[in-house]
């Protein structure tokens, strides 16, 4: 799926992460990907993360799934909206959309997010943290656009909901299958279904929290630091006041500090490491019947092609010249010549047919084993 009437180096330069922007007809040839039925299913699913919101006489109301079939059919005719995270995971089709978003490095790709809505039904006026492109993909929803919002922006009081306690829009535009609309974040937004099978595709994006950042490093760096380095200070002095900290003390104990945090080659490894960790860790992708290096190896020979896994995370940090540090998963693979050549084609495309060269590269072989067998990349054969 490819997009039209969309300047990428245009859009990056103006708009991302700047204002929002309409892309009207984005693609060539738009085809909803999924059926409101077959959503609907997958919000019944035990390993779905889905959401119910109801908009009634006493206020906003929230339901986490799964959801009962019975519950999904009893619903009115309007004023509600049917959340399912992570779509993509599990619908081809619907992972195919982030496809024209690669001009996005991967490693800020969170998940493609579905909603289905009746008439006149929304989550109410709110502002995320995250990048967000709102695809309409079935029926036709009124978004409006408001001002920026912070941490001190009042919010209604609601258990579940952050929901704008008051919200003036700035902008409005009814969007139609195939419009885009690109919301940066902080920005305050509302979305309301106008008509029945309203159904809006949202490509979220990640990024992490200096606290998310600083909490989890620091923890990876304690882990590795010995019991006894301890504070030293063998030039010590006899001082007027034995109450007070000098200076010279101060900076040491802070560059005790800044030491163990100002590794690069360390933060690199844990931040690949903790940044391709799974969104559902839970959820095992595995394969039944383990995948041996002959099966790999025959797999090549055939060329059959080799598609990463929707739901696996995967992304390269350069090392060296032939090197890199493969992350899969929240796995490091250091990789070196023909393992790390192999490792850029497998970050770069979605869906590869490797060369039958490497049939005879034990170390290419037993790199796509592992991944394999830790569901990460599968061959397409029926087999």
Same mark, same amino acid.
């Given at each position: 799926?490819?997009?039209?009437?969309?300047?990428?180096?245009?859009?990056?330069?103006?708009?991302?992460?700047?204002?929002?922007?309409?892309?009207?007809?984005?693609?060539?040839?738009?085809?909803?990907?999924?059926?409101?039925d077959?959503?609907?299913?997958?919000?019944?699913?035990?390993?779905?993360?889905?959401?119910?919101?109801c908009?009634?006489?006493?206020?906003?109301?929230?339901?986490?799934?799964?959801?009962?079939e019975?519950r999904?059919?009893?619903?009115?005719?309007?004023?509600?909206?049917?959340?399912?995270?992570? @779509?993509?995971?599990?619908? /081809?089709?619907? *992972? !195919? =959309?982030?496809?024209?978003?690669?001009?996005?490095?991967?490693?800020? %790709?969170?998940?493609?997010?579905?909603s289905?809505?009746a008439?006149?039904?929304?989550?109410?006026?709110?502002?995320?943290?995250?990048?967000?492109?709102?695809?309409?993909?079935?029926?036709?929803?009124?978004?409006?656009?408001?001002?920026h919002?912070?941490?001190?922006?009042?919010?209604?009081?609601?258990?579940?909901?952050?929901?704008?306690?008051?919200?003036?829009?700035?902008?409005?535009?009814?969007?139609?299958?195939?419009?885009?609309?690109y919301?940066?974040?902080?920005?305050?937004?509302?979305?309301?279904?106008?008509?029945?099978?309203?159904?809006?595709?949202? @490509?979220?994006?990640?990024? /992490?929290?200096? *606290? !998310? =950042?600083?909490?989890?490093y620091?923890?990876?760096?304690?882990?590795? %630091?010995?019991?006894?380095e301890?504070?030293?200070?063998?030039?010590?002095?006899?001082?007027?006041?034995?109450?007070?900290?000098?200076?010279?003390?101060?900076?040491?104990?802070?560059?005790?500090?800044?030491?163990?945090?100002?590794?690069?080659?360390?933060?690199?490894?844990?931040?690949?490491?903790?940044?391709?960790?799974?969104?559902?860790?839970?959820?095992?992708?595995?394969?039944?019947?383990?995948?041996?290096?002959?099966?790999?190896?025959?797999?090549?020979?055939?060329?059959?092609p080799?598609?990463?896994?929707?739901a696996?995370?995967?992304?390269?940090?350069a090392?060296?010249?032939?090197?890199?540090?493969?992350?899969?998963?929240?796995v490091?693979?250091?990789?070196?010549?023909?393992?790390?050549?192999?490792?850029?084609?497998?970050?770069?495309?979605?869906?590869v047919?490797?060369?039958?060269?490497?049939?005879?590269?034990?170390?290419?072989?037993?790199l796509?084993?592992?991944?394999?067998?830790?569901?990460?990349?599968?061959?397409d054969?029926?087999?």
């Open positions: 799926m490819d997009f039209q009437n969309f300047d990428i180096d245009q859009f990056l330069r103006e708009y991302w992460q700047k204002k929002p922007l309409l892309i009207r007809n984005a693609f060539r040839d738009w085809q909803n990907p999924l059926e409101p077959e959503l609907a299913g997958l919000a019944c699913e035990e390993e779905m993360e889905s959401r119910l919101i908009q009634t006489d006493a206020g906003w109301e929230m339901e986490q799934g799964p959801l009962a019975e999904l059919s009893g619903l009115s005719e309007s004023h509600w909206t049917l959340l399912v995270q992570a @779509v993509d995971h599990h619908v /081809p089709a619907v *992972a !195919d =959309l982030i496809a024209p978003f690669r001009f996005i490095p991967n490693w800020r %790709i969170d998940d493609v997010m579905v289905l809505a008439d006149q039904g929304g989550v109410g006026p709110h502002f995320d943290q995250y990048d967000v492109f709102l695809i309409q993909g079935l029926g036709r929803r009124r978004w409006q656009i408001g001002p919002c912070d941490a001190d922006t009042p919010l209604l009081p609601h258990n579940d909901l952050k929901l704008l306690s008051a919200f003036a829009a700035t902008e409005e535009w009814v969007l139609e299958p195939g419009d885009i609309l919301v940066p974040p902080g920005i305050a937004h509302n979305g309301v279904a106008v008509g029945s099978d309203c159904m809006t595709y949202s @490509v979220g994006f990640r990024a /992490p929290s200096r *606290a !998310d =950042l600083l909490g989890h620091v923890d990876d760096v304690l882990d590795g %630091i010995p019991d006894d301890l504070y030293r200070d063998p030039d010590l002095k006899d001082q007027a006041n034995a109450g007070e900290i000098l200076p010279e003390a101060l900076a040491r104990l802070q560059q005790m500090v800044l030491e163990s945090l100002s590794d690069p080659a360390h933060f690199a490894r844990w931040f690949g490491t903790f940044n391709s960790a799974p969104k559902y860790p839970d959820v095992d992708w595995r394969p039944e019947i383990p995948v041996t290096p002959q099966d790999v190896r025959a797999a090549i020979s055939a060329q059959v080799l598609s990463r896994n929707p696996s995370r995967l992304a390269f940090i090392t060296g010249a032939d090197a890199l540090m493969l992350f899969a998963d929240g490091c693979f250091d990789c070196i010549g023909e393992t790390a050549a192999l490792a850029k084609d497998l970050c770069a495309a979605d869906s047919v490797l060369d039958v060269a490497l049939v005879g590269s034990a170390a290419a072989i037993d796509l084993t592992q991944l394999c067998n830790n569901g990460c990349i599968a061959f054969s029926e087999d």
